[in-house]
């Protein structure tokens, strides 16, 4: 089978997030990348599917040039090729935009895919729509929100979701479409081989144009602070009698 | 007239839903989906666009919960219209203009939406609910939906289920292995409370999944929460914000989630958190 995992590249947000100048980005100058956490269960689990049942993956991405350092993360996991739809980086590309391109580089693949992933949001702009949008230009189903996914034959797959008090399950036919959530597996750390032989491994691009968008960011904020008082309990383990003594302010000891 | 997807999984999230409408136009209808044949979703969204195609709304909305996202986007997709998703507020216009939610809460986006009518979810908690539901009016979902909900699998928890926790003991980083969270469950059990942790223990197997406070895990509102250990990045802070008091400790004064707590612990979780049982068991014998 072949599996294709679309990931996106995302700063590695810290404790404090400062904005550019232009308000329009993250200022990235102190900040290491990486892709969506649901994104990375979902190239770890076209890895595990394709060691399970044979064929081939392929990480996809749109972004900048500097979004080869995450496809080469993928591959290092053991992905075995990557899609770089590459972007000037200067302005976001909406969601429609976005679904538009991955449809065409999609349809440019020799091997269709039975099965494509995407995470449930990515863990920036978290727009919930491309792979929803995806699925309805392509003509395929389409189910969210995913923490297991067995293949049950080579014709469908069963899939299960998340919902309060319980899993939800969906039995589709492939090709489809499946976003993911973190908690679906435990992500593996690349090995050293993994990382040699990522270096080598096939790296297709092609530069879409940008359309217009229809959502269209005007700028960033920063939300107000929490504007609350902190009242310093202590230091080390000589603060336990004003903490307890917080503990039965609020009727808890 | 402005439509209201009636996605109902969570009532309070749907009278925001109706409130923020009203903030928008006096004219609110509120529909929901008849889906008594199984959750679908692509059934339920050509549900809702065969009814935008034949009530030109101004703007449609829906609950920003993982269905009123999923619904709305497949509405989105089927009729090729731009759609906002997690929005905190929004006002009509040519284009409508509107503020959203990036980062799990984290930091705010000012956009402009170009398409009719307007698709919108509503971030939860930005709006104050309306106290009385409005009438819903029931339509039957599509019947040539393609994916349907087959079959539900109760899972059983014990115990108390994190998300409704009213008080949530969550260990960081700094507990430094799985066996280091004993001392967290030891003052979850005395407390009554729920163990929690971040999303760089479960990404080390230190503990499930289903126990991360995040942006990606579990999103928590107890009357009181326990950081220890936790330093307090974004991605944490997005799934706790709902919490009512924060008591953070941790060695390092500078981290990032004393910014965020009420009450403050300067020193190493493992020797403050057993002092703390130590302290609560001695107390409670006293009495």
Known sequence: M????????????????VLTDDERAISTRHLGFTVSPHEECGAEEAVRLIEQH??????????????????????????????????????????????????EAIEAQPDPPDLILFGNESADAGNYQVAIRVAHKLGLPVVTGVKGITIENDLSVRLEQEVPGGRDVYVVPMPAVVTVKEGLNLPRYPSVPGRLRAKRKPLETST??????????????????????????????????AVVDVLSELGLV | MILVFAERSDDELFRQALAFAHGLRDDVRAVGIDDSGGYSPDGCGAALARLVSEREPRAVLAPGTDRGNEVLAHV???LDLPMAANCTSATLGEPLT????????????????????????????????????????????????????????????????LADADVVVSGGRGVGSAEGFAVIEELAELLGAAVGCSRAVTSAGWRPHTDQVGQTGTKISPSLYIACGISGATQHMAGCKGAKKLMAINPDNEASIFASADYA??????EVVPAISAEIRKTRGAG
């Open chain 1, 2 to 17: 072949n599996v294709l995992v679309c990931v996106k590249r995302v700063p590695l947000t810290g404790g404090k997030i």
């Open chain 1, 54 to 103: 044979g064929g081939s993956s392929t990480v996809l991405t749109l972004g900048p040039p500097e979004a080869e350092e995450q496809l080469r993360d993928m591959m290092a996991l053991g992905i075995d090729r990557a899609v770089h739809l590459v972007t000037d980086g200067s302005n976001e590309w909406d969601p429609q935009a976005t679904a538009t391109a991955i449809v």
């Open chain 1, 208 to 241: 879409p144009d940008r359309p217009q968008p229809k959502l269209e960011m005007v700028k960033l904020t920063l939300p107000p602070g929490s504007g609350k008082q902190t009242e310093v309990l202590g230091n080390g383990a000589e603060a336990a009698p």
């Open chain 2, 76 to 78: 989105a997709a089927m």
């Open chain 2, 98 to 161: 509107l503020t959203r939610v990036r980062w799990g809460g984290s930091l705010l986006e000012e956009a402009r939406l170009h398409g009719s009518p307007a698709l919108l979810t509503v971030a939860p908690h930005a709006v104050t609910a309306v106290d009385e539901s409005a009438d819903v009016e029931l339509v039957p979902a599509a019947t040539d939906a393609r994916v349907r909900v087959s079959e539900r699998v109760e899972t059983v928890t014990a115990g108390v289920s």
């Open chain 2, 265 to 270: 612990v300067i020193g190493d979780l493992h």
